[in-house]
Protein backbone atom coordinates (compact mmCIF):
# COMPACT_ATOMS: atom_id res chain seq x y z
CA UNK A 1 0.00 0.00 0.00
CA UNK A 2 1.05 3.59 -1.26
CA UNK A 3 1.79 6.06 1.91
CA UNK A 4 2.35 10.16 0.85
CA UNK A 5 2.25 11.49 4.60
CA UNK A 6 3.42 14.89 5.37
CA UNK A 7 3.38 16.76 8.67
CA UNK A 8 4.93 19.52 9.99
CA UNK A 9 2.47 22.48 9.36
CA UNK A 10 1.50 25.09 11.64
CA UNK A 11 0.85 28.78 12.46
CA UNK A 12 3.82 31.39 12.45
CA UNK A 13 4.57 35.35 12.45
CA UNK A 14 6.11 36.46 9.39
CA UNK A 15 9.44 35.58 10.08
CA UNK A 16 9.34 32.69 11.39
CA UNK A 17 10.18 28.83 10.19
CA UNK A 18 8.43 25.82 9.50
CA UNK A 19 9.84 22.69 8.54
CA UNK A 20 7.49 20.12 6.63
CA UNK A 21 8.80 16.35 6.30
CA UNK A 22 6.61 14.37 3.70
CA UNK A 23 7.57 10.36 4.74
CA UNK A 24 6.75 7.78 1.42
CA UNK A 25 6.08 4.08 1.79
CA UNK A 26 4.55 1.41 -0.77
CA UNK A 27 6.33 -0.53 -3.64
CA UNK A 28 5.51 1.74 -6.44
CA UNK A 29 6.83 4.82 -5.23
CA UNK A 30 9.40 6.01 -6.89
CA UNK A 31 11.74 8.05 -4.30
CA UNK A 32 14.06 8.95 -7.41
CA UNK A 33 11.25 11.92 -7.66
CA UNK A 34 9.00 14.23 -5.64
CA UNK A 35 8.04 17.23 -5.02
CA UNK A 36 5.98 19.86 -2.74
CA UNK A 37 3.10 21.90 -4.09
CA UNK A 38 0.76 24.44 -2.45
CA UNK A 39 -2.72 25.61 -2.59
CA UNK A 40 -3.45 28.79 -1.13
CA UNK A 41 -7.00 30.06 -0.75
CA UNK A 42 -9.38 30.84 -4.01
CA UNK A 43 -5.99 29.95 -6.35
CA UNK A 44 -4.97 26.89 -7.71
CA UNK A 45 -1.94 24.31 -6.77
CA UNK A 46 1.34 25.48 -7.54
CA UNK A 47 4.44 23.44 -7.72
CA UNK A 48 7.27 24.37 -4.88
CA UNK A 49 9.81 22.55 -4.53
CA UNK A 50 10.74 19.23 -6.12
CA UNK A 51 13.82 17.11 -6.23
CA UNK A 52 15.57 14.55 -8.83
CA UNK A 53 17.99 12.32 -7.79
CA UNK A 54 20.66 14.57 -6.62
CA UNK A 55 19.33 17.80 -7.75
CA UNK A 56 16.86 20.26 -6.33
CA UNK A 57 14.48 22.96 -7.38
CA UNK A 58 13.27 26.23 -5.95
CA UNK A 59 10.30 28.58 -7.47
CA UNK A 60 11.66 31.85 -7.81
CA UNK A 61 8.97 32.87 -4.86
CA UNK A 62 10.85 31.19 -2.17
CA UNK A 63 14.68 31.00 -3.57
CA UNK A 64 16.54 31.56 -0.62
CA UNK A 65 13.99 31.29 2.16
CA UNK A 66 13.11 27.38 1.39
CA UNK A 67 15.22 24.30 1.01
CA UNK A 68 14.10 21.15 -0.40
CA UNK A 69 16.05 17.68 0.70
CA UNK A 70 16.35 14.33 2.12
CA UNK A 71 16.63 13.26 5.17
CA UNK A 72 17.35 9.75 4.11
CA UNK A 73 15.66 7.33 1.23
CA UNK A 74 12.38 8.04 1.49
CA UNK A 75 11.54 11.18 3.74
CA UNK A 76 12.26 14.55 2.13
CA UNK A 77 12.09 17.82 4.13
CA UNK A 78 11.13 21.37 3.26
CA UNK A 79 13.03 24.01 5.22
CA UNK A 80 11.01 27.31 5.19
CA UNK A 81 12.81 30.28 6.92
CA UNK A 82 11.35 34.28 6.68
CA UNK A 83 8.35 33.18 5.85
CA UNK A 84 6.06 35.72 4.94
CA UNK A 85 2.01 35.73 4.68
CA UNK A 86 1.76 35.46 1.36
CA UNK A 87 3.31 31.32 1.78
CA UNK A 88 -0.03 30.56 4.08
CA UNK A 89 -1.27 27.53 2.16
CA UNK A 90 -1.67 23.75 2.45
CA UNK A 91 1.36 22.47 1.43
CA UNK A 92 1.23 18.71 -0.50
CA UNK A 93 3.92 16.43 -1.37
CA UNK A 94 3.67 14.34 -3.82
CA UNK A 95 5.83 11.70 -5.66
CA UNK A 96 6.05 9.94 -9.15
CA UNK A 97 4.88 5.96 -9.81
CA UNK A 98 7.95 4.09 -10.50
CA UNK A 99 8.03 3.69 -14.85
CA UNK A 100 6.32 7.34 -14.86
CA UNK A 101 8.03 10.25 -15.32
CA UNK A 102 5.81 12.91 -16.52
CA UNK A 103 3.32 13.49 -13.86
CA UNK A 104 2.99 12.75 -9.98
CA UNK A 105 0.63 9.67 -9.09
CA UNK A 106 0.84 9.79 -5.23
CA UNK A 107 -0.18 12.64 -3.22
CA UNK A 108 -0.34 13.74 0.40
CA UNK A 109 -3.62 14.87 2.71
CA UNK A 110 -1.80 17.78 2.83
CA UNK A 111 -0.33 19.80 6.02
CA UNK A 112 -1.78 23.79 6.68
CA UNK A 113 0.51 26.58 6.68
CA UNK A 114 -0.62 29.79 7.68
CA UNK A 115 2.18 33.22 8.18
CA UNK A 116 0.57 36.09 9.90
CA UNK A 117 1.83 39.56 9.27
Known amino acids: QVQVVESGGGSVQAGGSLRLSCATSGPTVSTARMAWFRQAPGKGRELVAS?????TYVIDAVEGRVTNARDDATIFYLQMNSLKPEDTAIYYC?????????????WGQGTQVTVSS
Open 51 to 55: IRGGS
Open 94 to 106: AAMKVGVTNQYTY
